[in-house]
Protein backbone atom coordinates (compact mmCIF):
# COMPACT_ATOMS: atom_id res chain seq x y z
CA UNK A 1 0.00 0.00 0.00
CA UNK A 2 2.49 2.62 1.05
CA UNK A 3 4.52 1.61 -2.32
CA UNK A 4 1.17 3.65 -4.06
CA UNK A 5 1.08 6.52 -1.57
CA UNK A 6 3.99 8.47 -3.32
CA UNK A 7 4.57 12.21 -3.12
CA UNK A 8 4.20 12.55 -6.27
CA UNK A 9 1.13 10.98 -7.26
CA UNK A 10 -0.56 12.76 -4.06
CA UNK A 11 -3.14 14.91 -5.27
CA UNK A 12 -1.96 18.13 -4.36
CA UNK A 13 1.27 17.68 -6.07
CA UNK A 14 -0.19 18.04 -9.27
CA UNK A 15 -3.52 18.95 -9.58
CA UNK A 16 -2.32 22.65 -9.86
CA UNK A 17 -0.18 21.87 -13.04
CA UNK A 18 -3.30 19.64 -14.61
CA UNK A 19 -6.24 21.71 -13.41
CA UNK A 20 -7.59 22.96 -16.72
CA UNK A 21 -8.31 19.04 -18.47
CA UNK A 22 -9.05 17.94 -14.37
CA UNK A 23 -12.39 17.80 -12.61
CA UNK A 24 -13.17 20.95 -10.53
CA UNK A 25 -11.66 20.16 -7.28
CA UNK A 26 -10.72 22.75 -4.24
CA UNK A 27 -8.01 21.52 -1.57
CA UNK A 28 -8.25 22.43 1.75
CA UNK A 29 -4.86 21.83 4.23
CA UNK A 30 -5.58 19.72 7.39
CA UNK A 31 -4.43 21.42 10.92
CA UNK A 32 -2.80 19.34 13.08
CA UNK A 33 -5.87 19.45 15.86
CA UNK A 34 -7.69 17.74 12.73
CA UNK A 35 -5.34 15.04 12.48
CA UNK A 36 -5.70 14.36 16.06
CA UNK A 37 -8.94 14.19 15.97
CA UNK A 38 -9.04 11.70 13.14
CA UNK A 39 -6.79 9.71 15.54
CA UNK A 40 -8.76 9.28 18.34
CA UNK A 41 -10.88 6.22 19.26
CA UNK A 42 -13.87 8.46 20.49
CA UNK A 43 -16.56 8.90 17.99
CA UNK A 44 -17.85 12.29 18.63
CA UNK A 45 -19.07 14.66 15.55
CA UNK A 46 -18.11 17.94 15.91
CA UNK A 47 -20.36 20.45 17.00
CA UNK A 48 -21.02 22.86 14.19
CA UNK A 49 -21.42 19.58 12.14
CA UNK A 50 -24.21 18.23 14.29
CA UNK A 51 -25.93 21.89 14.28
CA UNK A 52 -25.40 21.59 10.85
CA UNK A 53 -27.54 18.39 10.40
CA UNK A 54 -31.31 19.72 10.52
CA UNK A 55 -32.68 16.19 9.69
CA UNK A 56 -32.67 14.96 13.45
CA UNK A 57 -33.80 18.10 15.84
CA UNK A 58 -34.52 15.79 18.83
CA UNK A 59 -30.37 14.73 18.53
CA UNK A 60 -29.05 18.48 18.50
CA UNK A 61 -31.59 19.75 21.29
CA UNK A 62 -30.06 16.54 23.40
CA UNK A 63 -26.90 17.32 22.73
CA UNK A 64 -26.99 21.01 23.07
CA UNK A 65 -28.92 20.72 26.34
CA UNK A 66 -26.71 17.81 27.52
CA UNK A 67 -24.46 18.85 30.12
CA UNK A 68 -21.59 17.22 28.95
CA UNK A 69 -21.41 19.28 25.95
CA UNK A 70 -17.88 20.31 26.91
CA UNK A 71 -16.78 17.15 25.44
CA UNK A 72 -17.90 17.81 22.06
CA UNK A 73 -14.97 18.80 19.74
CA UNK A 74 -15.30 21.90 17.82
CA UNK A 75 -13.21 23.29 14.81
CA UNK A 76 -14.91 26.17 13.41
CA UNK A 77 -12.52 27.47 10.88
CA UNK A 78 -12.13 24.07 9.10
CA UNK A 79 -15.74 23.45 9.12
CA UNK A 80 -16.46 26.72 7.73
CA UNK A 81 -13.63 25.94 5.03
CA UNK A 82 -15.94 22.91 3.96
CA UNK A 83 -19.04 24.46 4.50
CA UNK A 84 -18.35 27.24 2.29
CA UNK A 85 -17.38 24.60 -0.67
CA UNK A 86 -20.40 22.64 -0.06
CA UNK A 87 -22.27 25.84 -0.41
CA UNK A 88 -20.65 26.02 -3.52
CA UNK A 89 -20.66 23.32 -5.42
CA UNK A 90 -24.12 21.57 -3.54
CA UNK A 91 -22.51 18.21 -3.15
CA UNK A 92 -18.96 17.02 -3.02
CA UNK A 93 -16.82 13.83 -3.24
CA UNK A 94 -14.07 14.05 -0.58
CA UNK A 95 -10.61 12.07 -0.36
CA UNK A 96 -7.27 12.64 1.05
CA UNK A 97 -3.82 13.09 -0.57
CA UNK A 98 -4.14 10.07 -2.09
CA UNK A 99 -7.27 7.82 -1.00
CA UNK A 100 -11.13 8.32 -0.94
CA UNK A 101 -13.13 6.57 1.94
CA UNK A 102 -14.70 3.97 -0.19
CA UNK A 103 -14.64 1.63 2.58
CA UNK A 104 -16.79 3.86 4.70
CA UNK A 105 -19.68 4.36 2.16
CA UNK A 106 -21.50 1.92 4.72
CA UNK A 107 -22.16 4.63 7.30
CA UNK A 108 -22.99 7.55 5.21
CA UNK A 109 -26.59 7.94 4.91
CA UNK A 110 -26.78 7.96 1.09
CA UNK A 111 -24.52 4.76 1.36
CA UNK A 112 -22.45 6.53 -1.31
CA UNK A 113 -19.56 9.33 -1.54
CA UNK A 114 -21.52 12.11 -2.40
CA UNK A 115 -22.01 14.44 0.86
CA UNK A 116 -24.32 17.71 1.06
CA UNK A 117 -23.42 17.74 4.87
CA UNK A 118 -20.86 18.27 7.27
CA UNK A 119 -22.16 15.53 8.97
CA UNK A 120 -21.36 13.28 6.00
CA UNK A 121 -18.14 14.60 5.72
CA UNK A 122 -16.91 13.77 9.26
CA UNK A 123 -18.85 10.63 9.26
CA UNK A 124 -16.50 9.85 6.15
CA UNK A 125 -13.72 10.90 7.57
CA UNK A 126 -13.54 9.40 11.15
CA UNK A 127 -14.69 6.27 9.84
CA UNK A 128 -12.36 5.27 6.84
CA UNK A 129 -9.15 2.73 7.54
CA UNK A 130 -8.12 4.03 3.97
CA UNK A 131 -7.77 7.69 4.93
CA UNK A 132 -6.29 6.86 8.37
CA UNK A 133 -3.57 5.11 6.36
CA UNK A 134 -2.57 7.79 4.57
CA UNK A 135 -2.84 9.93 7.36
CA UNK A 136 -0.47 7.62 8.76
CA UNK A 137 2.05 7.41 6.16
CA UNK A 138 2.08 11.66 5.93
CA UNK A 139 2.61 11.57 9.83
CA UNK A 140 5.49 8.94 9.61
CA UNK A 141 7.20 11.40 7.21
CA UNK A 142 6.16 14.72 7.98
CA UNK A 143 9.96 15.30 8.50
CA UNK A 144 11.16 14.33 4.92
CA UNK A 145 11.76 16.88 3.01
CA UNK A 146 9.43 17.87 0.11
CA UNK A 147 7.21 15.69 1.33
CA UNK A 148 3.37 16.71 0.74
CA UNK A 149 1.23 18.20 3.96
CA UNK A 150 -1.74 16.17 4.82
CA UNK A 151 -4.89 17.85 2.45
CA UNK A 152 -8.40 17.10 2.06
CA UNK A 153 -9.57 17.42 -1.23
CA UNK A 154 -13.11 18.40 -1.66
CA UNK A 155 -14.49 17.72 -5.90
CA UNK A 156 -17.44 19.07 -7.66
CA UNK A 157 -20.29 16.08 -7.31
CA UNK A 158 -21.45 14.62 -10.39
CA UNK A 159 -22.75 11.57 -11.20
CA UNK A 160 -20.51 9.37 -13.94
CA UNK A 161 -21.33 7.04 -16.33
CA UNK A 162 -19.39 3.93 -15.35
CA UNK A 163 -18.87 3.19 -19.11
CA UNK A 164 -17.42 5.86 -19.65
CA UNK A 165 -14.19 5.56 -16.90
CA UNK A 166 -11.03 4.69 -18.14
CA UNK A 167 -6.96 3.80 -16.54
CA UNK A 168 -4.63 4.24 -18.82
CA UNK A 169 -1.14 3.33 -18.49
CA UNK A 170 3.09 5.16 -19.31
CA UNK A 171 5.58 3.53 -19.63
CA UNK A 172 8.67 5.19 -20.17
CA UNK A 173 6.47 8.23 -21.13
CA UNK A 174 4.76 6.10 -23.74
CA UNK A 175 1.24 5.80 -23.06
CA UNK A 176 1.28 2.02 -24.01
CA UNK A 177 -2.38 0.65 -23.02
CA UNK A 178 -5.65 2.04 -22.02
CA UNK A 179 -8.62 -0.28 -20.34
CA UNK A 180 -12.22 -0.16 -18.90
CA UNK A 181 -12.63 0.91 -15.41
CA UNK A 182 -15.70 -0.60 -14.74
CA UNK A 183 -15.41 -4.29 -15.30
CA UNK A 184 -19.10 -5.44 -14.43
CA UNK A 185 -20.31 -5.40 -17.69
CA UNK A 186 -20.46 -4.52 -21.17
CA UNK A 187 -21.18 -1.58 -23.06
CA UNK A 188 -22.18 -0.48 -26.02
CA UNK A 189 -20.68 2.73 -25.50
CA UNK A 190 -17.19 1.39 -25.72
CA UNK A 191 -17.81 -0.75 -28.85
CA UNK A 192 -19.32 2.00 -30.64
CA UNK A 193 -17.02 4.73 -29.91
CA UNK A 194 -13.58 2.89 -29.85
CA UNK A 195 -11.74 5.11 -32.10
CA UNK A 196 -13.03 8.23 -30.60
CA UNK A 197 -12.27 7.08 -27.15
CA UNK A 198 -8.69 5.95 -28.22
CA UNK A 199 -8.10 9.44 -30.00
CA UNK A 200 -9.21 11.31 -27.49
CA UNK A 201 -7.31 10.28 -24.63
CA UNK A 202 -4.14 9.98 -26.69
CA UNK A 203 -4.97 13.75 -27.77
CA UNK A 204 -5.10 14.43 -23.96
CA UNK A 205 -1.84 12.73 -22.43
CA UNK A 206 0.35 14.21 -25.89
CA UNK A 207 -1.02 17.73 -25.46
CA UNK A 208 -1.26 17.91 -21.90
CA UNK A 209 0.35 15.33 -20.01
CA UNK A 210 3.53 13.41 -21.85
CA UNK A 211 7.26 15.06 -20.03
CA UNK A 212 4.93 17.56 -17.73
CA UNK A 213 4.56 14.41 -15.09
CA UNK A 214 7.05 14.31 -12.55
CA UNK A 215 7.62 10.67 -13.65
CA UNK A 216 7.69 8.73 -16.60
CA UNK A 217 6.24 5.53 -15.46
CA UNK A 218 2.59 5.93 -14.10
CA UNK A 219 -1.01 5.41 -14.81
CA UNK A 220 -3.89 8.05 -14.65
CA UNK A 221 -7.83 7.73 -14.59
CA UNK A 222 -9.72 9.69 -16.85
CA UNK A 223 -13.36 10.06 -18.12
CA UNK A 224 -15.04 10.80 -21.43
CA UNK A 225 -17.79 13.65 -20.38
CA UNK A 226 -20.88 13.66 -22.81
CA UNK A 227 -19.53 16.25 -24.87
CA UNK A 228 -16.79 14.08 -25.55
CA UNK A 229 -13.66 16.45 -23.49
CA UNK A 230 -11.38 14.17 -21.66
CA UNK A 231 -11.16 14.89 -18.09
CA UNK A 232 -8.10 13.80 -15.51
CA UNK A 233 -9.19 12.20 -12.39
CA UNK A 234 -6.35 10.89 -10.91
CA UNK A 235 -2.55 10.04 -11.03
CA UNK A 236 -1.05 6.46 -9.78
CA UNK A 237 2.04 4.11 -10.03
CA UNK A 238 2.06 1.49 -12.06
CA UNK A 239 1.89 -1.91 -10.23
CA UNK A 240 0.06 -5.05 -9.72
CA UNK A 241 -2.66 -3.25 -7.52
CA UNK A 242 -3.41 -0.70 -10.22
CA UNK A 243 -3.77 -2.79 -13.10
CA UNK A 244 -6.06 -5.47 -11.24
CA UNK A 245 -9.04 -4.47 -11.80
CA UNK A 246 -8.56 -3.59 -16.11
CA UNK A 247 -7.68 -5.44 -18.75
CA UNK A 248 -4.25 -5.48 -18.90
CA UNK A 249 -1.43 -7.77 -16.35
CA UNK A 250 1.60 -5.59 -14.75
CA UNK A 251 3.75 -8.64 -16.84
CA UNK A 252 2.61 -6.81 -20.22
CA UNK A 253 2.94 -3.80 -19.79
CA UNK A 254 6.51 -4.29 -18.83
CA UNK A 255 7.09 -5.84 -22.14
CA UNK A 256 6.39 -4.40 -25.51
CA UNK A 257 3.20 -3.89 -26.76
CA UNK A 258 2.14 -3.61 -30.42
CA UNK A 259 0.51 -0.30 -31.89
CA UNK A 260 0.49 1.15 -28.77
CA UNK A 261 -1.72 2.28 -27.09
CA UNK A 262 -4.09 -0.40 -27.43
CA UNK A 263 -7.64 0.07 -26.10
CA UNK A 264 -9.00 -2.67 -24.17
CA UNK A 265 -12.85 -3.09 -23.39
CA UNK A 266 -15.46 -6.36 -22.51
CA UNK A 267 -16.45 -6.67 -26.44
CA UNK A 268 -19.45 -8.81 -25.69
CA UNK A 269 -22.37 -9.34 -23.04
CA UNK A 270 -20.54 -11.33 -20.22
CA UNK A 271 -23.62 -10.88 -17.67
CA UNK A 272 -23.61 -9.21 -14.20
CA UNK A 273 -20.43 -9.27 -12.57
CA UNK A 274 -19.87 -8.54 -8.79
CA UNK A 275 -19.10 -4.42 -8.84
CA UNK A 276 -16.27 -3.40 -6.49
CA UNK A 277 -18.39 -1.15 -3.82
CA UNK A 278 -20.06 -4.45 -2.76
CA UNK A 279 -16.45 -5.33 -1.64
CA UNK A 280 -17.24 -2.51 1.39
CA UNK A 281 -20.49 -3.52 3.19
CA UNK A 282 -21.81 -2.61 6.79
CA UNK A 283 -19.58 -5.12 9.10
CA UNK A 284 -21.69 -7.73 10.59
CA UNK A 285 -21.25 -7.24 14.06
CA UNK A 286 -21.87 -3.12 13.16
CA UNK A 287 -25.00 -4.08 11.61
CA UNK A 288 -26.43 -6.41 14.20
CA UNK A 289 -25.53 -2.98 16.52
CA UNK A 290 -27.81 -0.81 14.31
CA UNK A 291 -30.67 -2.64 14.45
CA UNK A 292 -30.80 -2.58 18.18
CA UNK A 293 -31.58 1.33 17.12
CA UNK A 294 -33.62 -0.16 14.31
CA UNK A 295 -31.34 0.40 11.69
CA UNK A 296 -31.04 4.42 12.61
CA UNK A 297 -27.16 5.39 12.21
CA UNK A 298 -27.90 8.85 14.15
CA UNK A 299 -29.62 6.83 16.97
CA UNK A 300 -26.92 4.04 17.61
CA UNK A 301 -24.07 7.34 17.40
CA UNK A 302 -25.92 9.51 19.65
CA UNK A 303 -26.61 6.40 22.29
CA UNK A 304 -22.69 5.98 21.81
CA UNK A 305 -21.88 9.03 22.41
CA UNK A 306 -23.76 9.39 25.76
CA UNK A 307 -22.45 6.04 26.66
CA UNK A 308 -18.53 7.18 26.40
CA UNK A 309 -19.34 10.65 28.24
CA UNK A 310 -20.80 8.63 31.22
CA UNK A 311 -17.79 6.68 31.36
CA UNK A 312 -15.56 9.76 30.99
CA UNK A 313 -17.60 10.84 34.32
CA UNK A 314 -16.55 7.72 36.04
CA UNK A 315 -13.32 8.43 35.36
CA UNK A 316 -13.15 11.91 37.03
CA UNK A 317 -15.34 11.05 39.75
CA UNK A 318 -12.59 8.30 40.14
CA UNK A 319 -9.59 11.00 39.95
CA UNK A 320 -11.57 13.46 42.63
CA UNK A 321 -12.00 10.61 45.32
CA UNK A 322 -8.55 9.83 45.23
Known sequence: MINNLQPEFSFCSWYKQFIKCSLVATIIQIPDEILKYLEYDMFLLPLEAIKHNSSDNEWNDSLQNDED?????????FSKSIQDVIDEYGSIFIKSNWSSPSDATWVAPTKSLQCKTLEE?????KSSDRIANDLSVLKRWSDKENYPRP?????????INPCA???????????VGISQRD????????????????????????E????????????????RNEDKNIKIVDFGPVNESTTKGTLFTYEELQNHINDAPEFRFIAQDIGIQPTQTRHFCVPQEINEYFQTFNGSLTSAIQK????QNQEQDKVIDGDENT
Open 208 to 223: HIKGNFSLTNYSFDVI
Open 69 to 77: SEYQPTFPE
Open 183 to 206: MSQYYTYNELEKYNIKADIEKLFT
Open 165 to 175: EYRCFVIDDEL
Open 151 to 159: CLVLKQWRD
Open 304 to 307: EIEK
Open 121 to 125: VYLLL
